[in-house]
């Protein structure tokens, strides 16, 4: 299982493996936003951690379709499908998940900071939207392979993978975004959404894994 | 240990491919499947390592079922896809099988050697030529221990020498009491194996 991790790390970083797109693409969103909305620096710093929680959101999103279609082209699916019984399907999923985060969400998280910057934000501001992001953005994956799973077969699954995920990771983002609302504004609480954002994502990495098993195992062709 | 397939029906999409095969392997025997293109070959392959549904009939196999508790199991299949990632090299590409595929057998460089691979596994799997490409993934064979070979197309891409050398390799699977199952329209150069001609196409 851990080779499985280091590959998929590995096939991430190196080239080709499109983690840098997510992160430039967080960029372009971030950096636009202050032309758009305009010079006023009260309202940037408000909208801030809704705008970069909507940024990191939709970057994770992104390279989620190559997920498993990368594996499917090259045949190397098959022989995953094919030692289920050694590693459980499922177990398998969620290391490909995580090396995916990994690869190419961590680096989102990394650059939110910085990219509070732009918005204005407060050091605590920051730091809570940061911090949601690290506990949250997995929760997107998990639920995102379950998308890819079901797109797999489709050359350009990626726009459908996005409609069909972006329902269900919705309350994830509501409680990222209340929760780092929670730490700069004084009476709104800060842990009782936090938390409810961990469990969040330690329900969808039971649940997203075992339903893309599910898909994979029926969409052999 | 035997490998049993009984009143096996394939069907894609819908349509069946095949219907009524069966065999049964025993240890060290091999099974050629033959016929023309679109009578099921590569689809028998898969229905037997479970990668497709089968509509009637029965696989089993029958063995050390702590080691091997289904079919899939006990299967390498090699597919026409070689299920290597280009970007990385040919050795961390192989060490990444065993690792996952567990049932460790012959080193990676060894198996290199086995294929006439010597010495490339430093290389990424990318750059080299179809052939080698191939003998790559027939490595994977090596590397980790299965009763069962699936085998589709094993040859394609091979040059005379390879193939013999690949023959050889089979023979010694059997020889070490393994199942052969290969469909090909070349010959393999195996001698004493079971022929399966996969006659009628549905169209």
Known sequence: MLALYLRDLRMGVRAGGGALTGVLFFLAVIVTIPFGVGPDLNLLARI???????????????????????DREDGSLDLLLLNADRHMLALTVLIKCLAHWTASVLPLVIAAPLLGLFMNMEPVGIAATALTLLVGTPAIVFIGAAGAAVTVALPRGGLLISVLVLPLVIPVLIFGVTASYGAVNDPDPFTPPFLILCALTMFLAVIGPLAAA????SGTD | ????????????????????????????????????????????????????????????????????PTVA???????????????LTVQENLEFWRDFAGDGQLGVSDALEE??????????????STGQKRRAAIAKLLISHRPVWLLDEPTSGLDKASD????ALMQDHCAAGG???????LPLGLQGVKTLEMGRVYV
């Not at chain 2, 029906?9 to 091999?30: C, H, M, N, P």
């Open chain 1, 48 to 70: 801030g951690p809704a705008i970069l929680w909507i940024g990191a959101l939709l970057a994770s999103l992104l390279g989620l379709d190559r997920l498993f279609q990368a």
């Open chain 1, 214 to 217: 599910v898909a994979l195992r």
């Open chain 2, 1 to 68: 240990m035997r490998l049993i397939a009984e009143n096996l029906s394939g069907e894609r999409g819908g349509e069946a491919v095949f219907d009524g095969i069966g065999f049964v392997l025993a240890d060290g025997e091999a099974l050629v499947v033959t016929g023309p293109n679109g009578s099921g070959k590569s689809t028998l392959l898969r229905v037997i390592a479970g990668l497709l549904p089968h509509s009637h009939g029965r696989i089993a196999f029958e063995g050390d079922s702590e080691a091997f």
């Open chain 2, 73 to 87: 199991s006990a299967c390498h299949y090699l597919g026409h896809l070689n299920a290597m990632k280009s970007a």
């Open chain 2, 115 to 128: 294929v006439g691979l010597g010495g490339l596994g430093h290389l990424p799997f990318g750059y080299l």
């Open chain 2, 164 to 167: 013999a050398r690949f023959a």
């Open chain 2, 179 to 185: 199942i052969v199952v290969a469909a090909t329209h």
